[in-house]
Structures are given as C-alpha cells and as structure tokens.
C-alpha cells in the first residue's frame, strides 16, 4: 500500500467512525431528553419576550389615550362656553387647541353636530362634512381609541357636551403619532432580547448537565455489564439508581442464574459423556493389550482370542448403544420446527412397540400385556413417541424379575389420552425416583451396565413427553413394582 492511499483509507476510518458516532448520538436518550429540556426552557423565555413587549405597547397607548382625553375634558367645556362650536371666535380656544396639537405633535379637529369640521388645526379639512365612523359612533355616545401600529397613530375621539343641557354638541378628534412608542418598544425589545440570550445560554446548560445527569445510570449498566464479561456467569449486578435499572439488573441478574445453570448442566453433560465414552473404550484397549502381552509370550490360545474377541464386540456394541441414545436425546432437544406432528391412531403405535419388544420379554420371561379401553387417535410425532414410550416398556422388561410381567394400558378422555407402564420388577427406591429421569443416572450403575443401560433412556423419554405438552410420573416401591404414567394432549400445540 502506498503512502496516499494508507492516508485516504485513515480518512475513510475516521469519516465512518464519525458518521457511526453521530447516527448513535442522533438515536440517543440523551439528545432527546436534552432537547425536550431546551423546548421546555426556551418557549416560555420567548412567550415572556413576548408578552412583555405586547403589555408595554398596550399599557404606553392607554396611558397616552387617557391623558389626551384628560386634556380634551379641559378644553371641551370651554369650547361649550365659548360657543366656539356654534360658530363664535375665541383666541383663547383657538391657543389652547393649536397647544395641544403641538403638545402631541398631532392634529386637533373639531366637528359641530352637523358633522361639518369647524377647526383642523393642520388646516386642510376645515368645513368640510365628515362621515368617519367614530364620529357618528361617538355622537352616539360611544368614544373610541383607535390606535394604527401599522401607520403608527392614535386616533382618540372625545364627545363635546352642551355644558347645560349635556346635549351632544359636536366631537373633537385628536390624532397623534405614536413613533416613541414605537422606539420605546424597541429598545425595551433589544433590553430584553440580551436577557433572553442569557436565559437561552443558562437553558442549553441546564439542559445538556441535566441530559447527561440523567442518562448517567444508563452508561453504569453499560459499564457494569461490560466490566463482568470474565467471569459474568458468577457475579450478579447492582443498579440502584433509577427504578427502570435496577428492574434491568434484576432481569440480568435471572438471566444470568439461568443460563448458569445450563452452563453447569452443559459441563457436567460433556464430562459425563466424555466417561461414558470412555469406558467401553478403556475395557476394550485393555482386553487389546492383554492379547497382544500373550501373543509375544506365546501362541495365544484359541478360545482365549474368540472370548476376547467377543467382549471387544460386546464394548463396541455398547458404545454404539450410547452414541445412537446421544443422537436421540439431542435430537430430543432442539427447537419444535424438528417436530414431525401427525394424526397418529395411538392404540395400533403402542400394539407396534409391545410387538417389537415381545422377543425380548419372552427371553427374559416376562409376560406382556396391552390393556386399551378405547380407540385413541391424538396429534403427535409418531418416531419421538414410540421412543419415549418403547424406554418405558423396555425399562420393565429389564429390571424385572424371572417370571415378571409389564401391563401397559391406554385411557382417554376430551383433551389427553393417558399411557400406563406397570412392571412387576425390583422397584426404585424413593431418593433415586426423582434423579431416574437425569441423563446418565442409574440406580445400580454395575446392574444397569450389565444389561446394557446407558443411563440416557428415561431423559430421552422425559424430552420427547415435555416436546408433546405432555408429562411423565413415577410411581415405585422398592422389591414390588414401578408405575409410570404419561399424559399427553390429543392436540399438539406447538
Ligand atoms: P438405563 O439405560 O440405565 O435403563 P434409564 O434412563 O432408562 O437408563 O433409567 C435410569 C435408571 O432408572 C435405570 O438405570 C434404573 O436404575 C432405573 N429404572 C428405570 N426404569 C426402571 C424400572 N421400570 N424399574 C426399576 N428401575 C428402573
């Protein structure tokens, strides 16, 4: 690799790790509780700005409308006193209105109550008629403020009364420009505008310490689970800092008992079948060696060879016995989808399994016998049960007596179909029945061994009866007999 193209292959590292760490960072907890807290934080800050300005206006414009109204009070009553609104010449009004326009840098119109404009202080309107709607809304009684943002003016109108009769007598109409107003908001604005930057820094803080704070727990879990990944299986963890991680510890921690369990189990399985392997092996290198010690001290007798041979035979027989158990009891355990469910007419599966079996009871002398009370057909995976059922029934023969006997019997009834296995052999005592269904225990380990048990029957039993829902009991009284019972659902749920 040359020089440039190490550095572009750096670069494209460094670009992908960024772009990986900002998609997680865009996925994170952490950013989402950061921005909710911003939103949080912020909206009200701009709520307020706004509301603070909105109320400035509203309050400055009020206030200037009702001390123009106070001064129109003024004049109005000499406007009635002078009869200026009836026609007369007063210097004096004339002084106090073009005052006040000029107080308020506005226009001052007053109108008679033949809505003809008798005074525009600008001097543009003058005995014109006017038909405003204020005016006639004021002659009714009503006065208004009308304040223009957009053009930037307060119009205020003011009902002028007849100082005796209180009859309206004509209207004056003020207008002035509200540009300070306007300036006052402004600088109140950019006032607020430096508090709200402040406030919005202070939020973003508060926000990211607060975001961090909370996601903490989470990196804890992360940290803790990374830190036990050694001996994980032995150590439980504790996360007490939110309700939601130690619910997570608690899960892990269960989690973590269980699969050590399957891990002991596993360990003592392998090491179990490591011996059991071993074994047939051992006696058969052993008997090798024997024969082959004699050979050089000597011709090695015929019937010597042929009975060593025959027990070499016997060993390969018996590993051949376990490794076939193996291959069952793991098939046993795998997932459902291995399951081959059929309608299966159980009466004709169990007749089968008694006729296969038959040759052997009749060597060992024990009488089989089939009890069916009713025609039974149930959705199961016909090679898995007859395995299961055949260990039973194979089992009675075995650890039976001379002249023995094994009843099985068939019953059903709406939702299971129930198979009995009774012998008439050397029982099993109560310590050993809730270890026989184990793999690879047996009760007489040399007994067992000597009519060819491996120890694996009742555990591939036990599997293919919990792959159908179904259970298997035992029940046994040492010298008098053993009974096992299984259940099975007629409908196989997977
Ligand atoms: P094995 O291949 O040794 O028979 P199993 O798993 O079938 O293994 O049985 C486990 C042990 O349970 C047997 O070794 C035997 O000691 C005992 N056992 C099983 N069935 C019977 C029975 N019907 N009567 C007496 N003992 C039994």
Redesign the pocket.
Known sequence: MNRSTFTRSGEWVIISSIKTNLKRYAKSLRLRLFLILLLVGIVPINLLKFGILQNYEKQTVSQRAAMIRNQCQMIASQLSESGYIHGNTSELVETELVQLGSLYNGRVVIVNSNFRIIKDTYGIDENKVIVAEEVLQCFQGTDSDNYNRSEEFLEVTVPLRDDVTKEMIGVMIISVPTIDIREGRTALGSTVFTLQIAMILAVLAVAFYAARLLVKPFGKVTASLEDVNGSFLDEDISMPDYTETELLSEAYNRMRRRMKLQEDSRQEFVSNVSHELKTPLTSMKVLADSLVAQGEMGEVPNELYKEFMTDIAEEIDRENTIIT?LLSLVKMDKRSSDVNIKETNINDLVELILKRLRPIAARQNVELVLESFKPIVAEVDETKLTLALS??VE??I???KENGWVHVSLNVDNTFFYVKVE?S????HEE?QEH??ERF????KS??REI????????I?RSAILMHHGAVRVY?KEGE??T?TVRIPLKYVP
Not at 452 to 459: D, K, N, V
């Open positions: 158990d260990n039973l089992n009675g075995k650890y039976n012998d052999g050397m029982g099993i050993a026989i269904f225990y047996r009760v007489d007994h067992s060819g048990g491996t120890g694996l029957g009742l555990a039993t046994s007999g053993t096992f």
